[in-house]
Structures are given as structure tokens and as C-alpha cells.
């Protein structure tokens, strides 16, 4: 039996990817004639509610075909340009593996993204399954991802959910898993009572794991 299970989301909790994806949507949305958005602005709109996000990322009711291909092999080639990991986190993997626990990756980027950028910053290595939004049917807060991955590795005694959005923290309640929020990530939340534990930087989720 491995000492537990741990399912981090990668943008806004393993990585700081926002100079990245502002790049791409601000080239889509010059494509369709549109102004330039800032980081902020872009950070706080992916992290807002899914149902919004093409009105608020491009004005219209849902993403089209035009949209999607021209974001794809945009930020496919961008994606590793200005993207870093966290401080603090590659060595909370290190000590995480080091203690016998099993990490896996669920994010509702594209697997393709998520695959080039950990290993790129070199961090892939420390994952054992990485599951992008193309895996299942439904992307979190949908639960469908966790229990795919939850399902993978059967043995394990504990399972705990690391994210940084409110997409994660429902994914979680709805797995009925322990939810940590990365505080040093994009998210904002300001109802933590699905929330197990709040760490405010890398070493705080190790000292809450020890």
C-alpha cells in the first residue's frame, strides 16, 4: 500500500503560467479585433466561473472552432517561453516522493500543454499519472478526472486534492477527498469551509502532510 495519494492542479499551484496564456489569448483575440488584455485581467478570468469564460476571454456565448485551433497552435509553441515553477514546490515533490507517496496531475488544460510544460521545467518526473482535460468526459469541478485517477492507483490509504481554484475545491467535495489550497497561487476563494487545510506557501503543505 503506497502512504497516500496526492493529485495537484498544475496552473496556478505547481506553476506560474500567466505571462503564457495572456500571450495566446491576446493573439486570439487580436485576430478577432479585439483589445489587448492585461495578466490580472486574464488571471482573474480563468479563474472565474467556466460558464463565463469565452464571453469574458473573447465576447462571445461559446468557444467556435476558429477559436480553439487558433489558441492551440498559438500556445502550444508559447506555453514554455516565460512559465516557472513555483518556489518552493519542486522541492515539496522531492520530499513528497521522498516519503513514499504517490503524485499525480489534474488540470483542465489539454494533456498535450500540460505534458510539454512539466517537462520542460523539468518537474514531469515526479508524477506518476497526469491527467489533462481531454482524459475525461467532464473537466473539474466535475469529479470525473479525481476518480480517474483515483481509480489508477486503487491501494492507496489516503487521497488529497492541491489546487488553487474553486474548480478544484468542488472537484474535491464532490470526490469526497481533502482539499488543500495553495495560497501562493492565481485562485482567490473566500468561502474555505470545503477546504481542509489553506497553505500559504509550498513548505506550509509539507508541514501539513508530515
Not at 485576430?31 to 490580472?40: A, S, W, Y
Not at 509553441?77 to 516522493?97: D, S
Not at 485517477?149 to 470526490?175: E, L, P, Q, R
Not at 497561487?185 to 500559504?200: C, H, L, R, S
Amino acid at each position: 500500500m503506497t502512504k497516500g495519494l496526492i493529485i495537484f492542479d498544475m496552473d496556478g499551484t505547481l506553476i506560474d503560467s500567466s505571462v503564457d496564456i495572456t500571450i495566446s489569448v491576446n493573439y486570439v483575440r487580436k485576430h478577432f479585433g479585439l483589445p489587448k488584455l492585461d495578466i490580472p485581467t486574464v488571471v482573474d478570468i480563468i479563474n472565474g466561473k467556466r460558464e463565463e469564460l469565452a464571453y469574458n476571454l473573447y465576447q462571445v456565448r461559446e468557444y467556435t472552432s476558429t477559436h480553439r485551433k487558433l489558441f492551440e497552435e498559438h500556445y502550444i509553441e508559447q506555453c514554455t517561453k516565460n512559465t516557472y515553477v513555483y518556489k518552493g514546490v519542486e522541492e515539496l515533490l522531492k520530499e513528497l516522493k521522498s516519503l513514499g507517496y504517490t503524485l499525480s496531475v489534474a488540470t483542465n488544460a489539454y494533456t498535450k500543454f500540460a505534458e510539454k510544460m512539466l517537462t520542460h521545467l523539468n518537474i514531469d518526473r515526479y508524477f506518476d499519472l497526469i491527467v489533462g482535460a481531454c482524459k475525461v468526459e467532464k473537466p473539474k469541478p466535475n469529479p470525473d478526472m479525481l476518480f480517474h485517477i483515483m481509480g489508477k492507483f486503487s491501494n492507496s490509504s489516503i487521497n488529497i486534492m492541491v489546487g488553487d481554484n474553486h474548480t478544484d475545491v468542488y472537484a474535491a467535495k464532490n470526490a469526497n477527498i481533502d482539499m488543500v489550497f495553495a495560497g501562493w497561487g492565481f485562485g482567490k476563494i473566500e468561502n474555505y469551509a470545503d477546504v481542509t487545510f489553506v497553505a500559504k506557501t509550498p513548505y506550509d503543505m509539507l508541514n501539513y502532510i508530515v
